[in-house]
C-alpha cells in the first residue's frame, strides 16, 4: 500500500495550486486521511484532515478560508486545494492515511499511521 502526493511546484504569493495523494496497493481501510507540511528547520505540522466517511474536514487555523481538503472516494484521492498562498505556506506537504481506527484525533503525526513521500510547494514574492 501506498500513498502519493503530486501537484506541488512553484506559485506566486496569492496564487493557487492543488496537491493530490493517490492511494495504491491492495484495498486497504481508510478512516481519515490528512495534510501535514514541514519547512525548513521547522518540525511537521497539521495542515488539514478529512474523514473518508462522511467527508468531515478539519483544518489548521492557519489555512482556514484559504485551503480546502476534499475526497474522491471512487478514485482513493485526497486533494488540497490551496488559495490566496503565502510565504508562510512554503514547505514540504505529505500526505497520510490512518488505517487502524483508534481515536477521532487527526492533528499529531502520532494519528495517521500511513505516509506518503513529500510534495514542495514553494511560494515567491
Known amino acids: 500500500v501506498q500513498l502519493q502526493a503530486f501537484g506541488g511546484g512553484l506559485a506566486q504569493a496569492g496564487g493557487s495550486l492543488r496537491l493530490s495523494c493517490a492511494a495504491s496497493?491492495?484495498?486497504?481501510?481508510?478512516?481519515?486521511m490528512g495534510w501535514f507540511r514541514q519547512a525548513p528547520g521547522k518540525e511537521r505540522e497539521f495542515v488539514a484532515a478529512i474523514r473518508w466517511i462522511g467527508g468531515t474536514t478539519y483544518h489548521t487555523d492557519s489555512v482556514k478560508g484559504r485551503f480546502t481538503i476534499s475526497r474522491d472516494n471512487r478514485k482513493n484521492t485526497m486533494y488540497l486545494q490551496m488559495n490566496n498562498l503565502e510565504l508562510e505556506d512554503a514547505a514540504v506537504y505529505y500526505c497520510a492515511a490512518k488505517t487502524t481506527y483508534n481515536t477521532d484525533l487527526v492533528r499529531s503525526e502520532g494519528d495517521f499511521d500511513l505516509w506518503g513521500q513529500g510534495t514542495q510547494v514553494t511560494v515567491s514574492s
Open positions: 496497493g491492495r484495498t486497504f481501510r481508510t478512516y481519515f
